[in-house]
C-alpha cells in the first residue's frame, strides 16, 4: 500500500511538472525574432514602424504576426511590380500612352487615371480570388502560373530548379522590402525635389555610389534590430524541460 501511495505520488508529481510546463510556455509571449522566414542578415529582424510592439512595448501575438507578414508579401509584391512599371514607363510606354506625363503625373491624366482603374481591379481580382490558406506560410497562395514548374519535363526529372521553400521566401521578403523602400524612396523625390522617375535614373547615374550609400544607410538605421536577432542568446531559450524529455523548449518557438 505505501509502494502504491508513493507511486501515485509520483505520478501525480510527474503530471503536476508537466502541467506547470504547459502553463508556463504559454505564459512565454511570442517573440517574431524567432520567425522562420523573413529573419534575414544583414539586418535581422525588419519592423522599422514598431507594428509588432503595442502600446506597453510588450509583443504581439503570433495571429497579429502572420497576418503582418502576409500583407508584407503581398504588398511587396505589389512594389515589385511598381517599381518595374515605373522604370520601364521611363523607356517604352503603350500605344495612346506616348503622351502621358510619367510618375505620379501620370494620375492627373485621363488616360493615366484609366490605367490606374484597370490595374486597380486586376489586383482586387487576384485579391478575392486567392486567399490565403492557414495551413501554409504566409503568402503562399500556390502557383496560377505553374512557374514552379518550369524546366520540368516529366516524372524522374531533374530540371525542376524553383521551390518555395525557406530560401525562395526569404528572397521574396527581401527583394519585396526592398521594392516597397524604393518606391517610396522615389515617391517623395518625386514630392520633394520635383525629380520623376527620368530624372531620377539620369541623377542615379551620374552619383550612384552618393545614391546607394545613403539608402543603404537609411534602411539601417530603421531596422530596429541592427542584426541582433541573428545572434541566438541563452536568454532567448526557457530552460523548461517536461518530464521524461531533456529537450529545452525555445521560448522564440
Known amino acids: 500500500a505505501v509502494a502504491g501511495r508513493s507511486w501515485r505520488r509520483g505520478t501525480g508529481a510527474a503530471r503536476a511538472t508537466r502541467a506547470f510546463a504547459r502553463v508556463a510556455l504559454r505564459a512565454v ?15 535581422g529582424y525588419w519592423d522599422p514602424l514598431g507594428l509588432m510592439k503595442d502600446g506597453l512595448g510588450e509583443w504581439r501575438s503570433e495571429a497579429t504576426f502572420r497576418q503582418y507578414q502576409e500583407a508584407e508579401i503581398k504588398h511587396g509584391r505589389v512594389a515589385m511590380m511598381a517599381i518595374l512599371g515605373t522604370l520601364s514607363a521611363s523607356l517604352w510606354r503603350f500605344g495612346g500612352y506616348e503622351n502621358v506625363d510619367e510618375g505620379w503625373a501620370a494620375l492627373q ?3 493615366g487615371g484609366a490605367g490606374f482603374g484597370m490595374i486597380f481591379l486586376c489586383a482586387a481580382y487576384f485579391e478575392l480570388k486567392y486567399k490565403q490558406d492557414p495551413e501554409k506560410p504566409p503568402g503562399n497562395l500556390g502557383d496560377p502560373a505553374g512557374i514552379l514548374k518550369w524546366g520540368y519535363s516529366g516524372a524522374g526529372s531533374k530540371g525542376t530548379n524553383f521551390r518555395y521553400d525557406a530560401f525562395m521566401r526569404n528572397a521574396e ?10 518606391f517610396a524612396t522615389g515617391a517623395l523625390a518625386e514630392y520633394g525635389a520635383g525629380m520623376g ?13 552618393e545614391v546607394s550609400v545613403t539608402f543603404l544607410a537609411i534602411l539601417w538605421f530603421l ?7 541573428m545572434v541566438q542568446t541563452k536568454e532567448e531559450i526557457a530552460p523548461i524541460e517536461d ?11
Open 223 to 229: 531596422s530596429p534590430d541592427k542584426g541582433g536577432s
Open 243 to 253: 518530464a521524461g524529455s531533456a529537450q529545452p523548449i525555445a521560448a522564440a518557438k
Open 197 to 209: 522617375p527620368t530624372a531620377q535614373l539620369n541623377y542615379l547615374r551620374e552619383h550612384p555610389v
Open 29 to 43: 509571449p511570442f517573440d517574431p525574432r524567432g520567425a522562420e522566414s523573413g529573419i534575414t542578415a544583414p539586418m
Open 173 to 182: 521578403i527581401n527583394h519585396g522590402r526592398l521594392a516597397m523602400s524604393g
Open 109 to 111: 491624366t485621363p488616360e
